[in-house]
């Protein structure tokens, strides 16, 4: 999916990206994201914020969603520098740690996202899991029930939360 010529909105980019992740177009949404990413850092400094975290959160996503999970961090840890508010950032840093079979770093990022949004019930359930993956059971049965108690009847994040507290 080509730009028009002397296109080089770094808006029109990640607008690109996120409608190639839509349809599953993983590789070329991360190559979309990068160049919004490359075009924000060039020039215009006064519009740097939501365009470019949301760049870089996106790149990150993709990456994760190639199996490059290692080197989603490093975009993931930036979108959240540029908008430390967003939940989403967070957790999804708590997941790429998960994977990586990080659980302290795991931990630290969904218990970031709960802090910034109390009520994700996804990071909950995420960080109740990773907790007891990592032995830390009656921390894990904690979040796990926090987590139920705010996730949607029948939601995956309410599903996995049973699924794991009845093996606690």
């Keep these: 999916a080509a730009m028009a010529a002397g296109d080089d909105s770094s808006d029109a980019y ?3 990206a996120a409608g190639l992740s839509g349809v599953g177009r ?7 994201a990068k ?3 490359d075009i924000d850092q060039n020039g215009r400094p006064d519009q740097k914020s939501t365009h470019l975290m949301r760049a870089y959160f996106d790149y990150g996503l993709e990456l994760m969603a190639l199996g490059r999970v290692n080197e989603s961090i490093a975009p993931l840890e930036k979108a959240a520098s540029l908008e430390p508010a967003m939940a989403d950032v967070w957790y999804s840093l708590g997941n790429a740690y ?11 990022n ?3 996202a709960v802090q910034v949004k109390p009520g994700h019930a996804e990071a ?3 960080m109740g899991i990773t907790l007891m993956e990592a032995g830390r059971t009656q921390e ?3 979040a796990l029930e926090r987590g139920r108690e705010l996730a949607k009847p029948d939601s995956e994040a309410d599903r996995l939360a049973n699924r794991y507290l009845q093996r606690l």
């Design 14 to 16: 990640v607008i690109l």
């Design 26 to 32: 993983h590789q070329e949404a991360a190559d979309a």
């Design 35 to 37: 160049r919004a990413i």
């Design 98 to 108: 998960r994977k990586l079979r990080q659980p302290d770093a795991a931990v630290m």
């Design 110 to 112: 969904f218990q970031k």
């Design 124 to 126: 909950w359930v995420n």
């Design 140 to 142: 894990a049965r904690q």
